[in-house]
């Protein structure tokens, strides 16, 4: 099995800044493609960043230059660095993670339990 535990969300005023963070334990075998979510009450839950094994990122038009997303393969976590922040990026951020297993297992999507980011005046 796999877990993911986000880490570092909570109230900030507009403008200001969050580090959400996100390990992974469990039967890691490899880990592919990471990223972080998001989902305001009454919305989809959608793409904010991802970042590969590699390090390419992309992002979400509405926090480019705002958000970065980082990871450190060694200690299988990823963050997201959210700066700048605006009463709209208010939502629950899930961590999201593409996990071989074992050698011989296929790929499966995992999902963290997610982290309420509140941004508020």
């Known amino acids: 099995q796999v877990q993911l535990v986000e880490s570092g969300g909570g109230l900030v005023q507009p403008g200001g800044s969050l580090r959400l963070s996100c390990a992974a334990s469990?039967?890691?075998?490899?880990?592919?493609?990471m990223g972080w979510y998001c989902q305001a009450p009454g919305k989809q839950r959608e793409l904010v960043a991802a970042i590969t094994s590699g390090g390419s990122t992309s992002y979400a038009d509405s926090v480019k230059g705002r958000f970065t997303i980082s990871r450190d393969n060694a200690k299988n976590t990823v963050y997201l660095q959210m700066n700048s922040l605006k009463p709209e990026d208010t939502a629950v951020y899930y961590c999201?993670?593409?996990?071989?297993?074992?050698?011989?297992?296929?790929?499966?999507?995992?999902w963290g339990q997610g982290t309420q980011v509140t941004v508020s005046s």
């Open positions: 999201n993670a593409d996990v071989k297993e074992r050698l011989w297992a296929g790929v499966r999507d995992y």
């Open positions: 469990g039967n890691l075998f490899r880990i592919f493609d």
